[in-house]
């Protein structure tokens, strides 16, 4: 399974940015996808899953109404569109491919326990 995360960069507080992870090697709409980031010196934080078949979504409260997970299944990709962004959303952000099809063990999928292929990340920056 690869998995590529895309659409990182440099923008300004109030900005808008959409990720993208497109995924390979594996029946993408069997499992659900989720979006993890990394703050320097800080450990990898839950922001969002989405189920596989797109119907269900979970967000962490730091980014819930801001953030909106979505996927193509026919183009085995997932999304993670992030608006109102604040620096504390400055990160390393990685996509995911879970356990799970879908969000029945939310328990385990807010943690990278609830995952088996990761993605190589992308560097997302808010300056104020």
Same mark, same amino acid.
């Given at each position: 399974?690869?998995?590529? *995360? ?15 992870? *497109? ?13 993890? /980031?990394?703050?320097?010196?800080? *450990? /990898?934080?839950?922001?969002?899953? &989405? ?14 109404? /801001?953030?909106?997970?979505? /996927? ?19 990160? &390393?952000?990685?996509? *995911? ?32």
């Amino acid at each position: 399974v690869q998995l590529q *995360a895309s659409g990182g960069g440099l923008v300004q507080a109030g900005d808008s940015l959409r990720l993208s992870c *497109a995924a390979s090697g594996r029946t993408f709409s069997s499992y659900s996808m989720g979006w993890f /980031r990394q703050a320097p010196g800080k *450990a /990898r934080e839950f922001v969002g899953v &989405v189920s596989g078949s797109g119907d269900d979504t979970k967000y962490a409260d730091s980014v819930k109404a /801001r953030f909106t997970i979505s /996927r193509d299944n026919a183009k085995s990709t997932v999304y993670l569109q992030m608006s109102s962004l604040k620096p504390e959303d400055t990160g &390393v952000y990685y996509c *995911a491919m879970s356990l799970f099809s879908g969000l029945e063990h939310t328990e385990l999928m807010i943690t990278t326990s609830g995952y088996d292929y990761w993605g190589q990340g992308t560097q997302v920056t808010v300056s104020s």
